[in-house]
């Protein structure tokens, strides 16, 4: 079933858990990220990149949504486009990331205004750095100011803000370090639910903590796709007799399935 976006997380800040959000590219993605959430029983939130973004694309991921026997939120992924944001809602997508943290504050400030008009926005501070659909390995961008946060959220009503604390997209170019005393400090000054983005690559005790102090979203994208294309390769040979693309479908949402449900555990364990 479909849900509001702000119940999913503000379910998961009161349980001391978090909600896990996870890009999708194609419906076998989404249909594994739904499955392990069925499993787990839990609600879940599908990712869609700007890049990927296409109208019939997000009606179908608005469909699988509906018909999930979970609660199931679709998201526009980092998007300063007006123009998309507004059709993101219009397709049925109950949230975006109006991200506008490489803008001036200003401008940052009025964008997300502009997107809560709309709908409910999740908001970015800091820079998140890294891309978002090909893993590159980067360095940790402009840490969230606690103070800036707190004004930028009392000025914008972002329902959720994504914070930056040695995070990044993609791969860590050194091993991570997030800087805890920072999170705290934002989650002290700061009443919406806050989100982890560039969540692959860090381990499952880096996730616990963060939750702990306060997360109660966790992005995942590269670590699904490392995961697909191992599986798509490994399946290849075995699926080109009888041209058997149905095995290749299914083993790609099951593989897309166990990392999901492994995510979801961790962010449940509480
Ligand atoms: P990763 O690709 O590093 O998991 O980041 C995903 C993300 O934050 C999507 O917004």
Not at 72 to 85: A, E, G, P, W
Not at 184 to 204: F, K, M, Q, Y
Not at 221 to 241: F, G, I, P, S, W
Request: include cysteine.
């Amino acid at each position: 079933m479909k849900a509001r976006f702000s119940e999913l997380l503000g379910a998961a800040q009161a349980q001391n858990a978090a909600v896990g959000a996870f890009t999708a590219y194609n419906l076998e993605t989404a249909i594994g990220v739904v499955r392990a959430a069925a499993r787990r029983k839990r609600g879940v939130i599908l990712l869609v990149s700007e890049r990927s973004f296409d109208d019939v694309f997000v009606g179908a991921l608005v469909a699988v949504a509906e018909r999930a026997s979970v609660p199931v939120c679709v998201q526009l992924d980092h998007s300063v486009v007006h123009r998309t944001i507004e059709q993101a809602f219009e397709l049925g997508a109950g949230a975006v990331l109006a991200a506008g943290s490489k803008l001036p504050f200003e401008h940052n400030v009025a964008l997300v205004q502009w997107a809560a008009g709309h709908g409910e926005v999740e908001a970015e501070l800091g820079g998140i750095e890294g891309d978002e659909d090909i893993a590159t390995a980067v360095a940790a961008g402009a840490l969230t100011d606690p103070e800036e946060a707190a004004d930028f959220v009392r000025q914008t009503g972002a329902a959720c803000l994504a914070v930056s604390i040695g995070n990044v997209h993609g791969t860590y170019r050194e091993p991570p370090e997030l800087d805890w005393a920072r999170l705290e400090a934002i989650r002290e000054r700061v009443d919406v639910p806050l989100s982890l983005h560039g969540a692959s690559g860090l381990t499952d005790d880096h996730l616990r903590r963060a939750i702990s102090l306060g997360i109660a979203k966790v992005n995942v994208n590269t670590e699904l796709r490392e995961q697909y294309l191992r599986t798509t390769e490994l399946a290849l040979d075995r699926v080109r007799e009888g041209a058997n693309v149905l095995a290749l479908n299914s083993a790609q949402s099951e593989a897309v399935a166990a990392v999901v449900e492994a995510k979801l555990a961790v962010y449940d364990g509480y």
